[in-house]
Structures are given as C-alpha cells and as structure tokens.
C-alpha cells in the first residue's frame, strides 16, 4: 500500500507545485505537513499560526507558485475578516491591502476592503438610521463594532449603561449609549474624553 501512495504523493506534489520553476517539493510538502495539523479540529492557535508562517514564508521564496499563493491569500482575508469583526478595521484594511496588491481582482478582499473602509468612520447618515431600543448587535450591523478601547461600561444597581464611541467622517467623534443592551440615544457629536483615542 506504501509503495502505491508513494508515487501519488509525488504526483500530487508536482501537480501543486504551481508556475514556480525549482524543485520545491520537498518545501511544499513540510508547508502541508503544517496544514494538516492546522485544519484538524484539535488545533491549537499556536499549530495555525505555524501553518500560516510556513505557508508565508514559502510564499515569499517562491513567488509565483499559485497554489501557494491563492491558499496564503484566503488566510489573509480570512484574518482580515476576523480583525473587522473585532473592530479592528485599520489592521484588516493593511491584509486586505496586501491580497489586492498582488490580485486586484479579489472579490472578496475588494468587498472585505470596501466593509472595513466604510467603517473607519461613521457618517451623519448611518447615525440616523439608528432608533432607540436597537440592540447592541442591530447597532454594530449599521456601525461596525467600536474600536477596541473606544468603549466605556458602568453596573449601576438597577441597570447597565454602555457608550461605544466612533470617529465621524467629518474628524469629530459620535457616541452611542445604551441601557441593558438597548439603545438609549445617539449623540452625533460627543464630548466624551478617551484616553485610548490619543
């Protein structure tokens, strides 16, 4: 049975081994050996992250391999895509950046691109699409999350009330507040000092 999976397997690798002219097999195969580990359902953030380097790494010596590259490309956006739904829209727009520069083409990078740019900044249109009562998770589908840090949470005795704050178009900052998960109000111009913002 070995000596029939041998062959495939190095059938399999020249087939992968993409537009790249050297012999990279072997280099190939330890990528995927990462890989493996990677995408079982025991994997560690350490073991996806080796796979993510390795594939990275292969990426940056052998260029113009096209398996490699497409597969380095879908863990960029899938990161980037992760980063914004943190609300870390400046670092998914710098992996978004990075996938189009060598695929402008990419459709999803282009729309995960053109999501997070739209959320850099609010603007007076989006504030007033909002109504009170929204929930937290109504809010951030029209918003985007707030920027890490750019939030504020008080447990008073008989309720909870929440600011998340959001750069505007215009350079001001908005804030948006709810009590027990439900939109309060929304101030279009806040006068809230943060100290993460500076």
């Not at 996938?99 to 990419?106: A, G, M, Q, R």
């Amino acid at each position: 049975m070995r000596r029939i999976l041998a062959p495939a397997i190095l059938i399999l690798l020249a087939s992968c081994s993409g537009d790249d002219g050297g012999d990279n097999s072997r280099e190939w195969l330890h990528v995927l050996g990462h890989k493996k580990v990677a995408v079982s359902p025991n994997a560690t953030p350490q073991q996806k992250q080796a796979y993510a380097d390795s594939l990275g790494a292969f990426v940056q010596k052998h260029p113009t391999h096209s398996r490699a590259r497409e597969l380095y490309e879908r863990i960029q956006i899938d990161f980037a895509n992760e980063l914004a739904a943190l609300g870390r829209y400046q670092d998914s727009v710098r992996f978004y950046r990075a996938v189009l520069t060598h695929d402008p083409t990419n459709a999803d990078a282009r729309r995960g691109m053109a999501d997070a740019v739209a959320h850099l900044a609010v603007s007076r249109a989006n504030l007033l699409q909002l109504e009170r009562g929204m929930s937290q998770r109504q809010v951030a589908h029209i918003l985007g999350k707030p920027i890490p840090g750019w939030t504020a949470r008080v447990e008073r005795r008989d309720s909870v009330v929440e600011a998340w704050y959001y750069r505007k178009i215009d350079g001001g900052i908005a804030g948006v507040y709810f009590r027990d998960g439900q939109l309060l109000v929304a101030e279009e111009n806040s006068q809230a000092k943060l100290a993460a913002m500076d």
